[in-house]
């Protein structure tokens, strides 16, 4: 009886818990609201099954636990019975893997207008570069990487020279259009992550992972590092402000291309380095 | 052969193999310590594994400190708590629930469930526990070497597992690869002998389909991890080649704190694929010994035969072989190609429908049962609300597109510690109750066995159901401190410290649990040789705890099928396996 009430208590609370959780997913910025209406599906469904099957052997413990004099009835099997369950779980499990499915064909495809963007990771700062006035970013090589050139940017590719190159700085973008975040990492893997974009993706030595978003409001996001880095992991930190159309060309104007920065810093180099090369 | 698995024979074909001859010990080591008696290698491996295990139980409570009171603790830095975290995760993983379920559980209960004198190799399983000794040594070594343990995770994924930005990078990492292959080989040795001991030293009438669930569930995830382990081999050979020998499997050319490096050409998601080959298939290597064993402590202790047991057989299987093909479900966001995610999310997901099938016929076979209320079925209770719970939400995690937004946070930290923690652990802790008595000829305390219960169900409950509505928030794991973000209210760092709180005090009921081991040894109740009236052949030995050889001058012959509870016009509401069938009726039908 008392255990029979607990089971049923458990079952209860977690659905109160639910309800009535302070913890809830933050406020969305993307276009990602299909995801979350795929986790609400999912909640719906696993939720009555978890509490259906709950209650269920609680209300077992309850009407059949020992007494003196019961005897278990004798029942090796239900064919029946097991093919329906088996079919109804089946029914189930489609019910969230069509529209899980179906959201990940949209996740996984880029519209042609998305702008790129790039964020790049290293022990334990967040890089990011945006494509100059002709709109392509130039190629990039870890071999490349020097004091001067902390990106690694490729100083003979002409496409390179306009780029918008912002050594753990914050990333701004523009409100209402996709943009393509390309990723990149120059030492371990780490994960570019603001939980309200809901997307996120690894970035990974070696090659270039990417996702794509369109950001819906405008506000300042904490981005933060979701694939353990290493000893400063949680301290990995930048963030992420989305503005209007007009405020975020003002930023990009005040922002240093990588020839400007590379010509500056060589410069100073020149000057500083004692027999020069 | 038997068509309908759950009618009694009086036909029962000879034996394949016949009886054979073992080697009894000569002298008190060869008795105790090393010993070829499958018992007591199975009390090796779980006393082994128990006290490592209570390593990792302190490095929890450390973890939780840490976690729950950031800052009050000034021996927990960033360093050590990675380090408690990768040791913790993979101690418990390998070192404790696979050896546990497999050289415990499988090396005591295969030989007397299926009515053979011991395991056909027994001097390589004798040699399987002292690797496996060999294994744990080395990994707990990492603590008294400079630089102490890793802190890559229990994932170990490279780059950062062998870099410099990550602790344990002298010796830590070495050691826990090396410990790593040691203890696959060990496994391999000891899984050999149960794979080969269920096919061929099966007792006369001891049909495949006769075979309780228990030995089912072993026996496949033991198949299971022959072919799962030598992933985890190759990837830690290789990632032992890339941190000493400096070679590039899995480096790619990279800069470490702007130093250009001389690795170059490696991938690091080819370590993933390998991990994860092993990884997921682990899951299922710890799950279905649990879902075999706890199938017949609910069997027993309902007094009911398992529901549906054909169909339990298959779902093991089915799973067993489905757990192959679900791996990259760990690497939706790891940058694979995303079609991928296609793929393996429509695998994921057909694996819980016969997961279902086993949660169903789990409380059915409660359903008119003579439900008992023993510390066992307590136990067998608790596993079922916390493995739906981790199961359901493997449902979330599975999905490729609802995993982009939850993976890397606290909910999966939540849903494997329920799934694949409290869940299994839940089982162990059952089947201790149950088989306690016939190792050891006497019962635990039960009220102290309840006390026990209900501490670590609830209290597990109330850490980990909670823990998975911070992943929803959006706190990601591995983090020493969560800091400041605009995300974080002050009420997740509340739960923090509830969850804490509470993990203590199920931690303590663990210590408690542990005095009852000791003090039942010698103050229990003593139990007789089958304490709950049950059907299947450890039960039935000639003395408790059984002898070297298990079973006398004679080797029992089986019958019927495991689960005769509450037969119909029969005397008693079990029938033990080797009971021969008392009448034959007219029509031919054997009762």
């Known amino acids: 009886m008392v255990v029979a009430v607990i089971l049923l208590l458990v079952a209860i609370g977690s659905v109160l818990f639910h309800i009535y959780s302070p913890w809830w997913w933050t406020p969305i910025a993307t276009n990602w609201s299909y995801i979350d209406h795929t986790i609400n599906i999912t909640f719906w469904i696993t939720g009555v099954v978890f509490f259906a099957v709950i209650a269920f052997m609680a209300y077992c413990v309850f009407r059949f636990h020992h007494k003196e004099g019961r005897q278990a009835h004798y029942n090796p099997e239900n064919k029946k019975l097991e093919w329906w369950l088996s079919i109804g779980t089946a029914i189930g499990v489609a019910a969230m893997l069509a529209p899980g499915l179906f959201v990940w064909h949209q996740f996984v495809t880029v519209p042609a207008d998305a702008t790129e963007v790039e964020v790049m990771g290293q022990q334990w700062q967040w890089s990011f570069r945006l494509p100059g006035k002709d709109g392509r970013m130039g190629t990039t090589d870890v071999r490349n990487i020097s004091p001067e050139n902390p990106m690694g940017l490729n100083r003979d590719d002409p496409h390179g020279q306009d780029d918008v190159v912002i050594e753990s700085g914050e990333l701004h973008l523009p409100v209402g259009k996709p943009v393509k975040v390309l990723l990149r990492s120059v030492d371990v893997l780490h994960d570019f992550y603001v939980p309200e974009f809901r997307a996120k993706m690894d970035m990974v030595p070696g090659m270039v992972t990417y996702f794509w978003m369109t950001p819906i409001r405008t506000g300042t996001f904490d981005v933060l590092c979701a694939e353990l880095c290493g000893a400063a992991h949680a301290q990995m930190r930048s963030k992420v402000i989305v503005e209007e159309d007009a405020e975020y060309h003002a930023w990009l104007e005040q922002q240093k291309t990588f020839a400007e920065l590379s010509g500056r810093t060589a410069v100073t180099k020149a000057t500083y380095r004692p027999g020069g090369k | 052969m038997v068509d309908v698995p759950y009618e009694a024979t009086v036909d029962v074909p000879p034996a394949e193999v016949a009886d054979v001859e073992l080697y009894h010990p000569k002298s008190w080591w060869t008795q105790y310590v090393f010993s070829q008696d499958a018992k007591v290698i199975a009390i090796q491996y779980s006393l082994t594994a128990t006290a490592i295990g209570l390593v990792a139980l302190v490095l929890s409570w450390l973890m939780r400190l840490q976690l729950g009171f950031p800052g009050t603790f000034s021996f927990i830095d960033a360093n050590q708590y990675l380090q408690f975290i990768t040791m913790h995760g993979m101690i418990m993983v390998i070192y404790l629930l696979t050896a546990l379920f497999l050289g415990g559980f499988g090396n005591y209960l295969i030989p007397l469930m299926v009515g053979a004198r011991d395991m056909v190799f027994p001097y390589v399983n004798m040699l399987s526990y002292w690797v496996y000794l060999l294994a744990v040594i080395v990994l707990a070594s990492a603590f008294f070497v400079p630089g102490g343990p890793t802190g890559a995770g229990w994932t170990l994924y490279p780059p950062q597992a062998i870099l410099s930005g990550t602790p344990g990078q002298d010796w830590g990492i070495i050691l826990m690869l090396s410990s790593l292959i040691l203890f696959i080989i060990g496994f391999t040795m000891g899984g050999l002998n149960y794979v080969v001991t269920v096919l061929q030293a099966r007792t006369r009438g001891m049909t495949l389909m006769r075979l309780p669930l228990t030995v089912w569930g072993i ?373």
């Not at chain 2, 694949?420 to 066995?449: F, S």
């Not at chain 2, 080797?555 to 509401?573: C, F, I, K, Q, T």
């Open chain 2, 219 to 591: 026996f496949t995830a033991t198949v299971m991890a022959l072919l799962a382990f030598p992933a985890l081999f190759v990837a830690s050979v290789m990632m032992l080649f890339d941190r000493v020998l400096g070679t590039s499997f899995f480096m790619p050319a990279l800069v470490e704190m702007g130093q250009q490096m001389k690795y170059g050409g490696g991938s690091p998601i080819l370590f993933q694929h390998l991990f994860w080959f092993f990884g997921h298939p682990e899951v299922y290597i710890v799950a279905l010994p649990a879902f075999g064993i706890v199938s017949d402590l609910i069997s027993t202790h309902a007094r009911k035969n398992i529901f549906g047991y054909r169909m339990m057989v298959w779902a093991i299987v089915a799973i067993g072989a489905l757990s192959f093909i679900v791996w990259a479900h760990h690497m939706y966001v790891s940058g694979m190609h995303p079609h991928f995610g296609f793929f393996f999310a429509t695998t994921t997901l057909i694996i819980a429908i016969p997961t279902a099938i086993k949660v169903y016929n789990w409380v059915l076979t409660l359903w008119r049962g003579d439900i008992h209320l023993t510390v066992p079925m307590l136990f067998a209770l608790g596993f079922i609300i916390t493995f739906v719970n981790g199961g359901l939400t493997g449902l979330f995690l599975g999905n490729v597109v609802v995993d982009v937004p939850l993976s890397d946070t606290m909910f999966v930290v939540a849903h494997f510690h329920m799934v694949m923690g409290v869940a299994p652990i839940m089982v162990v802790l059952g089947a201790i109750y149950h088989w306690y008595p016939k190792v050891t000829g006497r019962m635990l305390n039960e009220a102290l066995g309840k006390l026990h219960f209900w501490v670590t169900f609830l209290g597990a409950y109330l850490i980990f159901f909670p823990m998975h509505y911070l992943g929803l928030l959006g706190v990601p794991r591995r983090y020493h401190d969560i800091g400041e973000a605009a995300f974080l209210t002050p009420s997740v760092h509340t739960l923090n410290a509830f969850m804490s709180v509470v993990a203590l005090i199920v931690g303590l009921a663990q210590i408690l649990f542990l005095f009852n081991l000791v003090w039942s040894l010698f103050k229990g109740k003593a139990s007789g040789g089958n304490p709950w009236r049950a059907t299947t052949l450890e039960w039935q030995t000639p003395e408790t705890p059984p002898g070297h050889g298990n079973w006398g001058k004679e080797l029992p012959v089986v019958y019927r099928w495991a689960y005769d509870y509450s037969v119909p016009g029969a005397p008693e509401d079990f029938i033990p396996q080797n009971q021969p069938p008392a009448r034959r009726t007219a029509q031919g039908a054997a009762t």
